[in-house]
DNA sequence: ATGGACGGGTGAATGAATTAACAGAATACC
DNA sequence: GGTATTCTGTTAATTCATTCACCCGTCCAT
């Protein structure tokens, strides 16, 4: 499996998200052709996908929806829970700190990081606070490896910065710039103004489907 | 310009990011081959991707900064401000009703939905909240097109529904679950947990470059 | 048992998208 | 003014992703 598409890698996260729902729902097995008719795509390719990583399905049943769960998760990485740092407790940041999602899919915000003197030292949402000199030592010592970071773009470079220093291998960007970085970190950029800008397009040029 | 493909319509949206920043910063032009660079493709991508939709470059000097930004926004449809609508106030909703992003971007929300009877009537950050059983009538009267989706997975395709019901014609989804929809509402759903997935992903897998 | 329907794995064929290569146009420099 | 350089638009080549088609295994009804 040395190279496996991105595009697959991002399906995997669908499809986990989906046979989650499944299994909750106490289905016991579902078909290549019902998952990919949940989530718009063909049969094949939902097979194709999975072949990337072994065999998983079983002939005239389908996939045990529990089984696969477990399977996707090891193959992502979530099967055991993760410390994440989150840097930045603005709007969005307190959002994110409370946000439930996350702990369901086993990452935990154990750290914060902000400049104002009045958060610092305090808990938010139950998470302490630290200043940003104290960025690495507390990374380092509870072996956080992922980080959020929330915070004005003018920030978020020099942020981004700090964290490498650290030691951090993967950020999760909110803020709307194109961080550059070292190949050995890793960056997911989310920029909500583009989000609804992909939606604004779609909606004038009234392509179909979705 | 029949069939443009999806990933170049995100490329757009990151082109036109980082043009904003540059026509800022005074750049006057800027050639495909720097602004490649800038955002990690080859330059023939750069070209390829706005000969999609037309000539903008100039041979010998490259492309005008403020003179891209525009056409892109035509491109996008954001070259005029469009009235959004914001369906649940939790933790994220009103993190995303003061979120500075969108405005910049020109997408004003204009009107929030939630069912808590304390919040209805009020407003919250300067935007009116309304019941829920308004939605169709204020979406109709504010002509509002598009709107974000911020309530738990649980309400999410019910939601989903009474919007497509009042008109709307594009839905930002942040519930964690796949909306089901007519071909005539397009959706983008924006996961926090999928994204962190991701880069757990391409962390335990360490794969190169990013 | 056994026939038929269901359903996954897999390699070949199709279709997209990215990259490479080049011709022509504007600029800068001497 | 000519020449070298820069840089676009575009066509061709390559790479990548998706779909198709078939084989074989498993289950269920008879």
Not at 7 to 12: D, E, G, W
Not at 49 to 70: I, K, S
Not at 115 to 129: A, E, N, R, S
Not at 182 to 195: F, N
């Amino acid at each position: 499996m040395p190279q496996v598409p991105k595009a697959v890698v991002s399906r995997l996260s669908l499809y986990l998200r989906e046979l989650h729902r499944l299994a909750r729902d106490g289905k016991e097995t579902i078909s290549s052709t019902q998952l990919g008719k949940l989530l718009g795509c063909t049969a094949a390719q939902v097979r194709k996908d999975m072949a990337n990583f072994g065999q998983f399905g079983y002939p005239g049943v389908g996939y045990r929806c529990a089984e696969l769960v477990t399977a996707i998760k090891q193959i992502m990485g979530t099967h055991q829970p993760w410390s994440v740092a989150l840097v930045g407790i603005g709007n969005l940041g307190q959002a994110l700190l409370g946000y439930r999602g996350f702990t369901d899919q086993g990452f935990r915000i154990v750290a914060a990081f902000d400049l104002d003197p009045h958060l610092i030292g305090t808990d938010v949402q139950g998470i302490p606070v630290f200043a940003v000199d104290e960025l690495a030592s507390v990374i380092r010592e509870q072996s956080i490896r992922l980080a959020i970071l929330a915070v004005p773009s003018s920030a978020a470079q020099e942020m981004a910065d700090e964290l490498t220093k650290a030691g951090i291998e993967g950020i999760l960007n909110f803020a709307p710039v194109t961080l550059s970085h070292p190949p050995s970190v890793h960056t997911v950029g989310v920029d909500l103004a583009i989000e609804l800008e992909q939606l604004s397009f779609a909606v004038v040029n009234k392509r179909q489907n979705s």
